[in-house]
């Protein structure tokens, strides 16, 4: 894989013996998630890359991004490749990869046509005997990947979210599971309008990484900032900048 990314922050030190500018922490992005992150290889975009821009260049990190589909990103991930960026944590995760502070939370809603009969979602297990459409890769925050996991469920799994936004238009699955910001940007293509049937989880978006002390010694310069700028006015003008993109 090529890294040749628009967004490339240079560390503010050279390194001292060599002369030369830091190696690069390279993150991976899930290309087909509007507005939160989306655009392939160099033309990635969204608020998840604009927020880690942002806190790399006060941390002082060099940064590298790439978007690729979201499996795509979870291998190289586990390959000890690169970080990943708007990760939710689990369990699963915690054991195995280290984890910035949260850079800001989002929403995981249930969506469905709008002429659909279904009515309003009051526990999770009002999703069992319903054609569920997931992002492949995700999580969707513990309690509901559990809820997913059980094999009565009926899941389809599908890379990109325009695409499980045409399963539902088709009628392939009864509901979609994506991230709430999500839904006004696929909606767009579709011919016929959807409604959002409930609020499901709630959930911080986090820079994930392979283990190692590269990888935690660029988290902890990064933290600090994470911590003192996900609610101010600087990133809330960010996140609005993509959000209207």
Not at 83 to 90: D, E, P, Q
Not at 100 to 122: C, G, M, N, Q
């Amino acid at each position: 894989m090529t890294w040749c990314p628009r967004i490339f922050l240079f560390a503010l030190g050279l390194l001292p013996a060599l002369g030369l500018a830091a190696e690069p922490l390279r993150v991976a992005f899930d290309a087909g998630n509007p507005p939160a992150m989306w655009g392939n290889g160099q033309a990635v975009r969204g608020v998840q890359p604009a927020l880690l821009a942002a806190a790399a260049q006060a941390a002082g990190v060099a940064v590298a991004f790439q978007g690729m589909p979201w499996p795509r990103a979870i291998e190289g991930l586990e390959r000890g490749e690169h970080c990943v960026g708007g990760a939710y944590k689990n369990a699963e995760r915690l054991a195995r990869y280290q984890f910035s502070e949260s850079f800001r939370d989002e929403t995981v809603v249930a969506v469905t046509l709008a002429r659909s009969p279904l009515v309003a979602l009051r526990q999770l297990s009002d999703l069992r005997g319903l054609r569920v459409g997931l992002h492949r890769g995700w999580s969707y925050g513990e309690e509901l990947d559990a809820a997913l996991a059980d094999p009565a469920q009926n899941v389809t799994r599908l890379t990109f979210g325009n695409r499980l936004f045409l399963a539902l238009e088709s009628g392939k699955v009864d509901v979609v599971l994506t991230d709430g910001e999500n839904v006004a940007y696929e909606a767009r293509a579709l011919r016929r309008p959807v409604r959002v049937l409930a609020e499901l989880s709630r959930n911080g978006t986090h820079l994930m990484c392979p283990q190692g002390p590269a990888f935690a010694s660029a988290l902890a310069r990064l933290n600090p900032v994470i911590l003192s700028q996900r609610n101010s006015a600087n990133w809330e003008v960010l996140t609005q900048q993509q959000l209207k993109r």
